[in-house]
C-alpha cells in the first residue's frame, strides 16, 4: 500500500550502492539509479543513500564545532533545515533538525521537574505509551526525548 515502509534488505543496500558507484548520486541520476534497485523509487534510493548509507554521512555524537556551524545555519536560514544542513558537513537534514529540537534550542526548559510534572508524566505515558512528541506537547519547552529520559529515570528509581 502507498505510504507503507517496507524494510530495505541487504541486497537491496549492495545494489544500491553498486548503481551509485555506476551513476553517482547527483540528482539527475536517480532514476536511473532506482531502476536497478526493484520494487524502489527514485526518491526511496535517494533517501536511503543520503540518510543511512553514503560513506559521507556522519553518525554518532555531535561535536562542539558541528553544534557551531548548526548554530549559524539555524541563525541564517531558520527552519529550512536542508539549507541549515548544507552548512554542517556530512548532517543530513533530518540530523540538524532534530539535534535543535532536542539539545540546541535556547527555548528547551531546563529547569528541574517538578513532582507534578513527575506525576503528569507517568499518568500520560500510562495512557499513551511511548509517544513521546505527543506527552511532549504537555510539558511546552521540553522535548519528547527529555521526557522519555525523565520517565526511564523514574522508573529506574521504582
Not at 126 to 152: D, M, T, V
Amino acid at each position: 500500500a502507498r505510504g507503507e515502509r517496507v524494510p530495505w534488505m541487504p541486497e537491496e543496500d549492495n545494489l544500491l550502492r553498486l548503481a551509485v558507484q555506476l551513476y553517482g548520486d547527483k540528482t539527475d541520476k536517480w532514476t536511473k539509479i532506482s531502476a536497478c534497485v526493484p520494487g524502489r523509487t527514485n526518491k526511496n534510493c535517494r533517501k536511503r543513500w543520503f540518510h543511512s548509507l553514503d560513506p559521507q554521512l556522519r553518525k554518532g555524537p555531535w561535536t562542539e564545532a558541528e553544534d557551531e556551524l548548526l548554530r549559524r545555519g539555524y541563525a541564517h536560514h531558520r527552519d529550512q533545515w536542508s539549507r541549515v544542513a548544507e552548512l554542517v558537513p556530512g548532517r543530513t537534514d533530518d540530523q540538524c533538525s532534530k539535534r535543535w529540537r532536542e539539545s540546541l534550542d535556547p527555548s528547551i526548559d531546563r529547569s528541574d521537574w517538578t513532582e507534578a510534572e513527575e506525576q503528569e508524566l507517568l499518568r500520560l505515558v500510562a495512557e499513551l505509551g511511548s509517544q513521546w512528541q505527543r506527552i511532549a506537547e504537555y510539558f511546552p519547552g521540553r522535548p519528547g526525548l527529555h521526557c522519555r529520559n525523565r520517565w526511564r529515570k523514574l522508573n529506574r528509581s521504582m
